[in-house]
């Protein structure tokens, strides 16, 4: 019997096995703080965190600006503190930026010609990695339009709830790339994308129908 994905129910779980911890932290310790410093409903709130609905962007936002608890934390894309990086030498490795990965509908020839290559720090570990300009709005506010992503190829088991590039074998000489997270049922070859955005809905996929799948091993943010 083919697997019955609830995509956005799982992120939501993996927000949430993070998120609730990091307010505890921080002094919020129950759903009524966290609702009154929001500004939020309690009981819808309550149902968030019992798995029983989605966070929104404008939620995620608030708790992003009001805590400072971002999706990139929340993720583990949390920046080295400055201690961590003074302590040993950053050794840097050139990769090519070979274009653009639409975070929407996929986005047909995506595999450009690098123009620019960037010298980028502790890359060394990665293999053939490369990177990719977001756009698009479907993966906000864990990767906005304009965040620069690191990819490479994988060499073990990508976990689900993992930011990827999935490039689809389509018309022939063209490829179709997607910035998604990913859940793979491997016993049926089956493999769903979805967005952080429910605006955009989940979409699954026979293993097939790709020529690879990257895994998003950075998300590089402009400080505006």
């Known amino acids: 019997m083919t697997k019955k994905y609830v995509k956005n129910r799982a992120?939501?779980?993996?927000?949430?096995?993070?998120?609730?911890?990091?307010?505890?932290?921080?002094?919020?310790?129950?759903?009524?703080?966290?609702?009154?410093?929001?500004?939020?409903?309690?009981?819808?709130?309550s149902k968030i965190k019992r798995g029983l609905s989605d966070w929104t962007i404008e939620q995620l936002d608030k708790i992003k600006n009001i805590h400072g608890i971002s999706m990139d934390m929340l993720f583990g894309f949390d920046p080295k503190n400055k201690a961590e990086l003074e302590s040993k030498p950053l050794?840097?490795?050139?990769?090519?930026?070979l274009g653009y990965a639409d975070c929407g509908s996929p986005a047909a020839n995506w595999y450009d010609n690098a123009e620019?290559?960037?010298?980028?720090?502790?890359?060394?570990?990665?293999?053939?990695?490369?990177?990719?300009?977001?756009?698009?709005?479907?993966?906000?506010?864990?990767?906005?339009?304009?965040?620069?992503?690191?990819?490479?190829?994988?060499?073990?088991k990508i976990k689900d709830n993992t930011a990827v590039v999935a490039v689809f074998k389509s018309m022939p000489d063209t490829l179709e790339a997607n910035a998604k997270?990913?859940?793979?049922?491997?016993?049926?070859?089956?493999?769903?994308?979805?967005?952080?955005?429910?605006?955009?809905?989940?979409?699954?996929?026979?293993?097939n129908e790709f020529v690879k799948i990257y895994k998003v091993n950075r998300i590089i943010r402009d400080v505006k």
Do not use: Q
Not at 187 to 205: D, E, G, M, W
């Open 11 to 45: 992120l939501t779980k993996k927000i949430n096995s993070r998120l609730f911890p990091m307010l505890a932290a921080n002094g919020i310790t129950t759903i009524y703080g966290l609702a009154k410093s929001l500004d939020e409903n309690a009981g819808s709130l």
């Open 91 to 97: 050794k840097f490795r050139r990769i090519p930026v």
């Open 116 to 156: 620019r290559i960037i010298d980028l720090a502790d890359a060394a570990v990665l293999v053939n990695p490369f990177m990719l300009i977001a756009k698009g709005d479907s993966m906000r506010p864990y990767i906005n339009p304009g965040d620069k992503l690191v990819c490479s190829e994988h060499t073990e």
């Open 181 to 207: 997270l990913i859940s793979w049922d491997r016993r049926n070859k089956l493999i769903t994308l979805y967005s952080i955005n429910t605006k955009y809905p989940p979409t699954n996929h026979h293993e």
